[in-house]
């Protein structure tokens, strides 16, 4: 982390921030300043190159051509590659998390080169939009509660042998593979269909990020009253009978 601030990075706004996914930024820079932290955040559009120097990238969702023109502006740009490179962590949802695998399949129906920063290969489904509510178990080396999203993506995305698996649906289709994953991570950089905005109702998940940002197995205690509120909502209604 930077001397004097720790910065949060929002990607491209004005391309991948289609289902709400900007609170995302919101949820960590609050739940930040909660601690006493002093935190920076950039928001850097399409048409700006992406800083190198920051310690949380956040990424959202998009539409398909959206998507293809931002892997096409991250790719020339290399910004968050080096980031990444040098430690920094990232959290990207969506069309988001497609864009930093290896590849994906782009609105002209074409294979689309990723990032490469997850081990993952993402392709278009033939069956049914994967639309709703879901429910899963992070990964336990995560040590992290229950996780609570809604999903709405065509994608199916395979993880390689050296991505983990985010977490595994009780509730929901996740990485539309049929093997019950949802997402997927490795040591600084992670990846969900989630939306929600997944940190709204999973405020842990930010607090992962900073605790990985900070270098530090514990923060300050903070008041989570109105997040386990939202969380007990949405988790009922999901598992409520149709």
């Known amino acids: 982390m930077s001397e004097s601030s720790l ?11 289609t289902y709400g996914d900007q609170g995302n930024a919101l949820v960590v820079e609050r739940r930040a300043r909660q601690r006493g932290l002093d935190v920076t955040r950039v928001d850097v559009r399409s048409d700006q190159q992406v800083p190198t120097s920051g ?6 969702g998009g539409e398909d051509r959206p998507q293809r023109l931002a892997a096409e502006r991250l790719r020339r740009d290399g910004g968050l590659s080096r980031a990444v490179s040098n430690g920094a962590i990232v959290f990207s949802v969506c069309a988001g998390y497609q864009i930093l695998g290896h590849e994906f399949i782009n609105d002209l129906g074409e294979r689309e080169a990723g990032l490469g920063l997850l081990d993952v290969v993402s392709t278009r489904g033939e069956g049914e939009r ?7 178990d992070i990964d336990p080396r995560l040590n992290l509660p229950q996780l609570t999203g809604f999903e709405n993506h065509q994608g199916v995305t395979h993880l390689g042998p050296t991505a983990r698996p985010f977490a595994q649906v009780r509730l929901g289709n996740g990485n539309g593979t049929g093997d019950g994953t949802e997402g997927a991570y490795n040591d600084t950089v992670f990846g969900t269909y989630m939306h929600g905005p997944v940190m709204a109702r999973n405020p842990h998940i930010a607090d992962l990020l900073l605790k990985l940002a900070l270098d530090v197995n514990a923060l300050p205690p903070t008041d989570d009253r109105w997040y386990d509120a939202l969380r007990a909502e949405r988790v009922a209604a999901a598992t409520q009978p149709a």
Do not use: M, N
């Open 130 to 136: 994967c639309v709703g509510d879901v429910l899963g």
């Open 7 to 17: 910065r949060l990075v929002w990607i491209y706004p004005d391309l991948l921030s």
């Open 55 to 60: 310690d949380i990238y956040l990424i959202g």
